[in-house]
DNA sequence: CGGGTTAGCATTGTCGACAATCTACCTATT
DNA sequence: AATAGGTAGATTGTCGACAATGCTAACCCG
């Protein structure tokens, strides 16, 4: 379907960098409160320091690192304070992608976000399984939005998100909790119900903080 | 009141010339589709192309600066849907700070905010000086949330703001209808009525949004 | 034995130089 | 005259080396 014939872009290294990083951060690769040692990475990565240094102020002016100066930077290690503070984001986040996807082709979105549950519930029993196709339900509601700005936010705190769950993998409770509530989000969408939809995502985010800072 | 003794935050070199592009943009001087030389821009700054880079990664991350490889960096154009997506964004965080600011403190928010609103009744008649007072009202209205992640992704909008306003000031409706719209919003703060506080903020978005698309 | 000092080590911060790439202009050919 | 090709200039991308800073640990002195 799509043409052979594209602007091909060709991702700059440091852009390619951060990419890596987010994933191993995400990944549980890279523990919080780990030190990046750059002349170490940047052997493992085969480039330069200088390439890689960039690449990394793209992830501290995220967040998801920190600097000191003149000892390097870390894995942030989240506290209860800042599980909270990111849903706060993502609360505020996905609740105007939501918003907005009503004023849109609502139908459309719902029916791709019911399929992503379907794939939820045949993965049940497999908690890794099912937490990936969690978060991608949410990259999923934000992305149909349409909005770039929307997304890049969200995409940091997906980032996020991921280091909690690989955390703290096994209080994650059982899923079929959560299939029923992507569900009925999905549907509420799909049906063009803004504000069932709205106090659905509150509701679930609530759920999200009571279950990885109750502990 | 201050003591004198505190952290003392050393910024890092590339955070310091990170705040001085965002200033530069935000008040015009860099206009949108200027390029930004890299040799040039380092013999102004006093430094070496090598922290300076790293200082631009950051805006770049944060959309205010666009690169294209082996071309260079360019402040961002923004299109009408630019703006529009932009103040899609800062509803969702600044709505996300009026509710939690309302879980909380705010009356005494709602004072603060009152106060700019009167010096911005004050400086009435100097457009330029409304519009800084405006961006301050938005600002304080976040910071009272007492969200790092809300503080930091607005910080990025407010300097987009900026460059629309700078771009085109002569466009910006006088003060009389903007007064009054904050002050209904911080006595709604005031009032802890959640409700009217949240319609207020999505009508004033709609109204940004009208005056700055319209033309 | 404890506190303070100092030397050494490791790591980050900064710089200058070289290689790769793109744009623009000029020339030659059809 | 118009277009293809080539060349020169400038700019970015990358690298290696040096300087500055902070931590560690051994050592000396009270």
């Given at each position: 379907m799509t043409s052979y014939i594209e602007p091909l872009a060709q991702e700059s290294t440091p852009s390619i960098i951060a990419d890596k990083l987010r994933k191993a951060i995400g990944h549980g690769e890279l523990k919080p409160g780990t030190q990046l040692g750059e002349a170490d990475l940047a052997r493992k990565l085969g480039v330069s320091r200088g390439p890689l240094r960039e690449g990394m102020q793209r992830l501290t002016q995220e967040g998801l690192l920190v600097a000191i100066r003149n000892r390097g930077l870390f894995v942030v290690d989240m506290t209860a304070d800042d599980v909270q503070d990111m849903y706060l984001a993502r609360e505020a986040i996905e609740r105007a992608a939501a918003r907005k996807i009503m004023l849109g082709d609502h139908k459309a979105a719902g029916e791709q976000l019911l399929a992503i549950?379907?794939?939820?519930?045949?993965?049940?029993?497999?908690?890794?399984?099912?937490?990936?196709?969690?978060?991608?339900?949410?990259?999923?509601?934000?992305?149909?939005?349409?909005?770039?700005?929307?997304?890049?936010?969200?995409?940091?705190?997906?980032?996020?998100?991921?280091?909690?769950?690989?955390?703290?993998?096994?209080?994650?409770?059982?899923?079929?909790?959560?299939?029923?509530?992507?569900?009925?989000?999905?549907?509420?969408?799909?049906?063009?119900?803004?504000?069932h939809a709205d106090d659905l995502l509150v509701a679930h985010m609530d759920d999200a903080i009571a279950r990885l800072t109750s502990r």
């Amino acid at each position: 379907m799509t043409s052979y014939i594209e602007p091909l872009a060709q991702e700059s290294t440091p852009s390619i960098i951060a990419d890596k990083l987010r994933k191993a951060i995400g990944h549980g690769e890279l523990k919080p409160g780990t030190q990046l040692g750059e002349a170490d990475l940047a052997r493992k990565l085969g480039v330069s320091r200088g390439p890689l240094r960039e690449g990394m102020q793209r992830l501290t002016q995220e967040g998801l690192l920190v600097a000191i100066r003149n000892r390097g930077l870390f894995v942030v290690d989240m506290t209860a304070d800042d599980v909270q503070d990111m849903y706060l984001a993502r609360e505020a986040i996905e609740r105007a992608a939501a918003r907005k996807i009503m004023l849109g082709d609502h139908k459309a979105a719902g029916e791709q976000l019911l399929a992503i549950v379907h794939d939820m519930a045949a993965a049940e029993g497999d908690p890794a399984a099912v937490g990936e196709i969690d978060i991608a339900f949410h990259e999923r509601l934000v992305e149909l939005a349409g909005s770039p700005r929307l997304s890049r936010m969200h995409r940091t705190y997906i980032t996020e998100t991921r280091m909690c769950i690989h955390a703290l993998e096994e209080t994650y409770t059982t899923s079929e909790v959560r299939v029923g509530e992507h569900q009925r989000l999905a549907e509420a969408i799909l049906n063009g119900d803004g504000l069932h939809a709205d106090d659905l995502l509150v509701a679930h985010m609530d759920d999200a903080i009571a279950r990885l800072t109750s502990r």
